[in-house]
T-cell receptor
Framework: KAGVTQTPRYLIKTRGQQVTLSCSPI?????VSWYQQTPGQGLQFLFE???????NKGNFPGRFSGRQFSNSRSEMNVSTLELGDSALYLC??????????????FGAGTRLSVL | DAKTTQPTSMDCAEGRAANLPCNHS???????VYWYRQIHSQGPQYIIH???NNETNEMASLIITEDRKSSTLILPHATLRDTAVYYC?????????????FGKGTRLHILP
């Protein structure tokens, strides 16, 4: 099976712009979670989608949003970019059920630089 | 805040067993212990998880104390490729309203 695919791998934006990141989960996985990773704050949970519905949300401002499509692919959007949004954005997918249902499989991430 | 406490960094000689401790003194009866690692510039990788019994797979062993307040991840024969940040997290069934909280992890250096 192919792993979790995130595109693009690298992105450079300027303050005030908006950005959309894409994540294709492992085939058959319906849960997709997003994380932000920075040197100062570490790995922080953004939100989780399951069957096109947001099931869980972290403590991030409303500028951060996401959605999930019927094929389980997910996108996250950041509007009005700030310098502090520079980070590695990671996507993870999980199986639907069974003993392995809480295991998260991560993509390689999208590194966003805001200038 | 993270529900786990781990040492900031550890060293281990190549070929020796690496034992990474994790304290989770407030763990609930229905919370599992999960271990992930993150090699530089890659996404985290699942290693192993368990509830109360010791677990072993092709990558590592997980030893959970009887009171479940702490656990140890064991990499039996560490190699240079095991140099990474290791995260210990606890969480309940994901169908509940539950946020995954990663702490700072342990930076493991495998020394040649």
């Amino acid at each position: 099976k192919a792993g979790v695919t995130q595109t693009p791998r690298y992105l450079i934006k300027t303050r005030g712009q908006q950005v959309t990141l894409s994540c294709s989960p492992i085939s058959g996985h319906r849960s997709v979670s997003w994380y932000q990773q920075t040197p100062g704050q570490g790995l922080q949970f953004l939100f989780e989608y399951f069957s096109e519905t947001q099931r869980n949300k972290g403590n991030f401002p409303g500028r951060f949003s996401g959605r999930q499509f019927s094929n389980s692919r997910s996108e996250m959007n950041v509007s009005t970019l700030e310098l502090g949004d520079s980070a590695l954005y990671l996507c993870a997918s999980s199986p639907t059920g069974g003993f392995a249902k809480n295991i998260q499989y991560f993509g390689a991430g999208t590194r966003l630089s805001v200038l | 805040d993270a529900k786990t406490t781990q040492p900031t960094s550890m060293d281990c000689a190549e070929g020796r067993a690496a034992n990474l401790p994790c304290n989770h003194s407030t763990i609930s009866g229905n919370e599992y212990v999960y271990w992930y690692r993150q090699i530089h510039s890659q996404g985290p990788q699942y290693i192993i998880h368990g509830l109360k019994n010791n677990e072993t797979n092709e990558m590592a062993s997980l030893i959970i104390t009887e009171d479940r307040k702490s656990s140890t991840l064991i990499l039996p024969h560490a190699t240079l490729r095991d140099t990474a940040v290791y995260y210990c997290i606890v969480r309940v069934d994901r169908n509940r309203d539950d946020k995954i909280i990663f702490g700072k992890g342990t930076r493991l250096h495998i020394l040649p």
